[in-house]
């Protein structure tokens, strides 16, 4: 049954958990998962659920002698209050139960030594224990669902009488992304009948208003504490700065659960912004000690303790791992001790974390376990330091940046020409040449800029069919379609961009032919907000200085990510490794070379290779976990080249064609596809095969190019560019001309 499978998965985690402390959990087993696996504050646990509504499902368990409300009542005291109910009612079946038969039969991967090892269980009797609870959790956990709902829904009627009843299950749907028919709900929930719909609605319903009561409980104290800090909050601002990316109507929607008010927001906000400043606040889903991580590695058996938000380590243990003397009995705070050496300390209050890196050599290279680099024989070393030499390829960077550096307050004229020409390849009638000319004029000074396109496109008229221009010919009239090509030919487009000020304004004359109220002088306007273009305009500079390197840039992405992320800093620093392995792999000293003061990048079809098939396969591993990973050709061709002198005159090349066939091959690993899937797949694919070459060289001043794009069978493409530029005096417009027609959008 659906249903079944569906529950399968809750409870399966819900086992996974609760093996955490078999021996004692026969007390208080909801008490120890939420110490040993920190599934929240004391009382307060959370579970993940699927839907689209992006919310957790707030599990809270009662305290010894509390009454059961729906404010805390949960699946796994719910689901352990039963099991516990049939170990009573089954009692005499525990000392013939053969704990050893039921572990071969629900774990058939693991061993009794590596079960026994991976839950540090000391004894038989610890083993038997553990088997027996989780035998007696599946014998109840199958049928135990729907009475959770039942039990869930009974409490929230009782607290508020007639509440459930009144709401309609299709705004409920609606909510969760669903229309009626609910046949898609019971599909993507494992449903087998529309009662089931109602009845789990009404509890994702009820986990919304836990979710929402809980935030306000934890609001209230805040306020208590501090009324001023409420009074002073800022909601909007605070979104604004924080969830920017999204529509707070969407967000509220979403993200929140049903009926989400703006004081509900504001209160979600306000906890959120007070707990980014509690240093007592640990996250839902960590409840342990703190821990002390080192170059992305946990030391799980350090004399770590901290204090008032202060980290301390003994100076024998703390100087070993900075490389320092430190010598003295007492604890030594970590961070003076830690940044005086040269390192950076941050802290993860998502995971209870103090982050110790050393910033002298991640800049450079990577910490890696020890063993993990191996000789020539392949042999591990007892080296811990990579060392990634990119210094040619930033000073070809640095070269290129520096050539077409802008000096503040100047005004610069860029004038770029495109000659295109597109061929429809047709091999019965013969193939076809198309002519577009574009010209893109931009003046620009700061964070201004003006632009203007102009373009002849009216022989792309001829691509369409002969029998439509007649109708649009016959629907427009001939003033119009005369007017039309008149347009086409002398095609515009006006843009100016006022980054400092936070507008935007362009005029496109072609649209009055689809809306009678725009005319030649009509203008778009649109607000962009704030922006502020310090951080960018310093990169910028570091770059054409060379006082910026890729390394420092990887550096600055963990430091800052090994504090945010709530995966940990451990996580944070496995991308670090991936991002610098990518980062040598296509800028490291085998893509370069130097001669006569001319430097060349050059990347070539096996290197690509390599990179995007390792990637692949890695990726597919866990589709095919005990397969080798295979190693799949996705490109022909990938040949690029870059040269850059010492005066900054810069010449490039490429040649990329996709293999489809390979990609096909990776794209239908694996038992998931039949041979005639395969077949169609790879024909498929196959109709979109291109190949793309480029050439171009010249100064920031003055540069020409080509660039040509083969479709197999369909059409090819070739586009000449000539660019110029040059410091002018006009200064770009701010605003649309005088007397322009500006609409606002």
């Given at each position: 049954?659906?249903?079944?499978?569906?529950?399968?998965?809750?409870?399966s985690?819900?086992?996974?958990?609760?093996?955490?402390?078999?021996?004692?959990?026969?007390e208080?087993?909801v008490?120890?998962?939420?110490?040993?696996?920190?599934?929240?504050?004391?009382?307060?646990?959370?579970?993940?659920?699927?839907?689209?509504?992006?919310?957790?499902?707030?599990?809270?368990?009662?305290?010894?002698?509390?009454?059961?409300?729906w404010?805390?009542?949960?699946?796994?005291?719910?689901?352990?209050?039963?099991?516990?109910?049939?170990?009573?009612?089954h009692?005499?079946?525990y000392?013939?139960f053969?704990?050893?038969?039921?572990?071969?039969?629900?774990?058939?991967?693991?061993?009794?030594?590596?079960?026994?090892?991976?839950?540090e269980?000391?004894?038989?009797?610890?083993?038997?224990?553990?088997?027996?609870k989780?035998y007696?959790q599946?014998?109840?956990?199958?049928?135990?669902?729907?009475?959770?709902?039942?039990?869930?829904m009974?409490?929230?009627?009782?607290?508020?009488?007639g509440?459930?009843?009144?709401?309609?299950?299709?705004?409920?749907?609606?909510?969760?992304?669903?229309?009626?028919?609910?046949?898609?709900?019971?599909?993507?929930?494992?449903?087998?009948?529309?009662?089931?719909?109602?009845s789990?609605?009404?509890?994702?319903?009820?986990?919304?208003?836990?979710?929402?009561?809980?935030?306000?409980?934890?609001?209230?104290?805040?306020?208590?504490?501090?009324?001023?800090?409420?009074d002073?909050?800022?909601?909007?601002?605070?979104y604004?700065?924080?969830?920017?990316?999204?529509?707070?109507?969407?967000?509220?929607?979403?993200?929140?659960?049903?009926?989400?008010?703006?004081?509900?927001?504001?209160?979600?906000?306000?906890?959120?912004?007070?707990?980014?400043?509690?240093?007592?606040?640990?996250?839902?889903?960590?409840?342990?000690?703190?821990?002390?991580?080192v170059?992305?590695?946990?030391?799980?058996?350090?004399?770590?303790?901290?204090?008032?938000?202060?980290?301390?380590?003994?100076?024998?243990?703390?100087?070993?791992?900075?490389?320092?003397?430190?010598?003295?009995d007492?604890?030594v705070?970590i961070?003076?001790?830690?940044?005086?050496?040269?390192?950076?300390?941050?802290?993860?209050?998502?995971?209870?974390?103090?982050?110790?890196?050393?910033r002298?050599?991640?800049?450079?290279?990577?910490?890696?376990?020890?063993?993990?680099?191996?000789?020539?024989?392949?042999?591990?070393?007892d080296?811990?330091?990579?060392?990634?030499?990119?210094?040619?390829f930033?000073?070809?960077?640095k070269?290129?940046?520096?050539?077409?550096?802008?000096?503040k307050?100047?005004?610069?004229?860029?004038?770029?020409?495109?000659?295109?020409?597109?061929?429809?390849?047709?091999?019965?009638?013969?193939?076809?040449?198309?002519?577009?000319?574009?010209?893109?004029?931009?003046l620009a000074?700061?964070?201004?800029?003006?632009?203007?396109?102009?373009?002849?496109?009216?022989?792309l008229?001829?691509?369409?069919?002969?029998?439509?221009?007649?109708?649009?010919?016959?629907?427009?009239?001939k003033?119009?379609f005369?007017n039309?090509?008149?347009?086409?030919?002398?095609c515009?487009?006006?843009?100016?961009l006022?980054?400092?000020?936070g507008?935007?304004?362009w005029?496109?004359?072609?649209?009055?032919?689809?809306?009678?109220?725009?005319?030649?002088?009509?203008?778009?306007?649109?607000?962009?907000?704030?922006?502020?273009?310090?951080?960018?305009?310093?990169?910028?500079?570091?770059?054409?200085?060379?006082?910026?390197?890729?390394?420092?840039?990887?550096y600055?992405?963990?430091?800052?990510?090994?504090?945010?992320s709530?995966?940990?800093?451990?996580?944070?620093?496995?991308?670090?490794?991936?991002?610098?392995?990518?980062?040598?792999?296509?800028?490291?000293?085998?893509?370069?070379?130097?001669?006569?003061g001319?430097?060349?990048?050059?990347?070539?079809?096996?290197?690509?290779?390599?990179?995007?098939?390792?990637?692949?396969?890695?990726?597919?591993?866990?589709?095919?976990?005990?397969?080798?990973?295979?190693?799949?050709?996705?490109?022909?061709?990938?040949?690029?080249?870059?040269?850059?002198?010492?005066?900054?005159?810069?010449?490039?090349?490429?040649?990329?064609?996709?293999n489809?066939?390979?990609?096909?091959?990776?794209?239908?690993?694996?038992?998931?596809?039949?041979?005639?899937?395969?077949?169609?797949?790879?024909?498929?694919?196959g109709?979109?095969?291109?190949?793309?070459?480029?050439?171009?060289?010249?100064?920031?001043?003055?540069?020409?190019?080509?660039?040509?794009f083969?479709?197999?069978?369909?059409?090819k493409?070739?586009?000449?560019?000539?660019?110029?530029?040059?410091a002018?005096?006009?200064?770009?417009?701010?605003?649309?001309?005088?007397?322009?027609?500006?609409?606002?959008?």
């Amino acid at each position: 049954m659906k249903a079944k499978r569906f529950l399968s998965l809750l409870l399966s985690l819900t086992l996974a958990v609760s093996l955490a402390a078999p021996a004692a959990a026969a007390e208080d087993p909801v008490a120890d998962i939420a110490a040993q696996y920190g599934l929240g504050r004391p009382g307060v646990t959370t579970l993940p659920i699927s839907g689209d509504l992006g919310w957790s499902m707030v599990t809270t368990t009662p305290a010894e002698g509390q009454e059961v409300t729906w404010r805390n009542l949960s699946y796994i005291s719910f689901l352990e209050g039963k099991a516990q109910e049939y170990r009573e009612a089954h009692a005499g079946e525990y000392d013939s139960f053969d704990a050893a038969a039921w572990l071969a039969e629900s774990w058939p991967d693991w061993t009794k030594e590596e079960y026994l090892e991976i839950f540090e269980i000391a004894d038989e009797e610890s083993f038997k224990q553990a088997m027996w609870k989780e035998y007696c959790q599946v014998q109840v956990g199958i049928l135990s669902w729907e009475e959770y709902e039942k039990q869930l829904m009974a409490l929230y009627e009782e607290a508020f009488p007639g509440e459930l009843d009144s709401l309609d299950t299709a705004t409920l749907l609606a909510y969760e992304g669903y229309q009626d028919p609910v046949t898609a709900y019971m599909k993507d929930n494992y449903l087998e009948d529309e009662a089931a719909v109602r009845s789990q609605l009404l509890a994702n319903y009820i986990e919304a208003r836990r979710q929402i009561a809980d935030t306000h409980d934890r609001a209230e104290g805040y306020r208590s504490a501090d009324p001023g800090s409420w009074d002073g909050f800022d909601a909007d601002a605070y979104y604004e700065e924080n969830y920017y990316w999204v529509d707070k109507e969407e967000f509220m929607h979403s993200w929140r659960g049903p009926f989400y008010t703006e004081e509900d927001l504001k209160e979600y906000l306000y906890v959120e912004h007070m707990e980014e400043n509690d240093p007592s606040f640990q996250w839902d889903w960590y409840a342990g000690d703190a821990t002390l991580v080192v170059n992305g590695v946990t030391n799980y058996d350090t004399q770590l303790t901290t204090a008032d938000g202060v980290s301390y380590l003994p100076a024998g243990e703390l100087g070993a791992i900075l490389g320092a003397d430190l010598t003295g009995d007492e604890p030594v705070a970590i961070r003076p001790a830690a940044e005086a050496a040269g390192w950076d300390v941050t802290w993860n209050r998502m995971n209870n974390q103090v982050v110790l890196l050393d910033r002298e050599r991640l800049t450079h290279g990577v910490v890696v376990p020890a063993g993990a680099i191996y000789d020539e024989n392949d042999q591990p070393t007892d080296e811990d330091f990579l060392e990634y030499d990119l210094t040619q390829f930033e000073e070809l960077l640095k070269r290129l940046l520096s050539a077409q550096k802008l000096e503040k307050g100047q005004s610069y004229r860029t004038t770029n020409t495109y000659s295109m020409t597109l061929t429809t390849l047709n091999s019965l009638d013969g193939d076809k040449d198309y002519k577009l000319d574009l010209k893109v004029d931009a003046l620009a000074r700061d964070g201004l800029m003006d632009v203007t396109v102009t373009a002849n496109a009216a022989q792309l008229l001829e691509l369409i069919p002969q029998a439509a221009m007649d109708k649009l010919n016959a629907q427009m009239g001939k003033l119009d379609f005369q007017n039309l090509k008149t347009l086409l030919t002398g095609c515009k487009f006006q843009l100016i961009l006022d980054l400092e000020g936070g507008k935007a304004y362009w005029n496109l004359p072609l649209l009055r032919l689809v809306d009678d109220t725009v005319s030649e002088d009509t203008w778009f306007s649109l607000d962009l907000g704030d922006m502020d273009l310090t951080a960018v305009s310093e990169v910028l500079a570091a770059l054409q200085d060379g006082e910026w390197s890729v390394g420092d840039f990887l550096y600055e992405m963990l430091l800052q990510d090994s504090a945010e992320s709530y995966m940990g800093a451990t996580s944070s620093y496995q991308s670090f490794l991936e991002l610098y392995s990518v980062a040598n792999t296509f800028f490291g000293p085998h893509t370069m070379s130097e001669q006569g003061g001319t430097l060349t990048w050059k990347l070539d079809t096996a290197t690509v290779n390599q990179m995007f098939s390792g990637l692949a396969g890695y990726m597919g591993y866990y589709y095919d976990e005990y397969e080798e990973i295979p190693q799949f050709e996705l490109f022909k061709e990938y040949d690029l080249t870059v040269t850059v002198d010492r005066n900054g005159r810069m010449t490039a090349s490429a040649a990329i064609r996709p293999n489809m066939e390979g990609i096909a091959a990776m794209g239908t690993r694996g038992s998931w596809y039949d041979p005639g899937e395969t077949a169609l797949m790879t024909w498929a694919l196959g109709l979109f095969d291109f190949r793309e070459t480029a050439r171009s060289q010249g100064t920031a001043s003055h540069a020409t190019g080509t660039l040509e794009f083969h479709w197999k069978n369909q059409m090819k493409l070739k586009v000449d560019t000539v660019a110029d530029q040059e410091a002018v005096k006009d200064a770009p417009r701010t605003a649309p001309p005088a007397g322009a027609e500006v609409v606002e959008l």
